[in-house]
């Protein structure tokens, strides 16, 4: 499953000290990386479905991380992209189980 894949990828690099005081989408980067790995997480053993809320809160995420991956020097940038992927994978993920 490319979620798990990425998800284990995304915990094995973790997250560099530069992300200290960075906020992405309204919360503190490592505030947000644990949001986004107890989704993670949850989806995966399948004790959470993504709903519209949580669908919505995720699309704002990506967003945001587009444009923090943007205006960030490394290792900063790199870490958004990593974790726009997590996000991105699990979307796609939760979109597929609707149809």
């Known amino acids: 499953m490319q979620l798990a894949r990425l998800w284990c990828e995304h ?4 997250c560099p000290s530069e992300l200290a005081g960075v906020e992405i989408a309204g919360s503190d980067a490592r505030t947000l990386d644990a949001e986004i790995s107890a989704c993670v997480c949850a989806l995966i053993s399948r004790s959470m479905t993504v709903d519209e809320r949580i ?6 995420v990506h967003r945001a991380l587009i444009g923090k ?3 960030s020097d490394e290792p900063v940038a ?7 992927r997590l996000v991105s994978a699990v979307l796609t993920q939760s979109r597929a189980g609707r149809a």
């Not at 669908?55 to 704002?60: N, P």
């Open 11 to 14: 915990l094995a690099a973790g």
């Open 55 to 60: 669908e919505r809160r995720l699309s704002e």
């Open 69 to 71: 991956q943007a205006e």
């Open 78 to 84: 790199a870490y958004c992209e990593r974790l726009n």
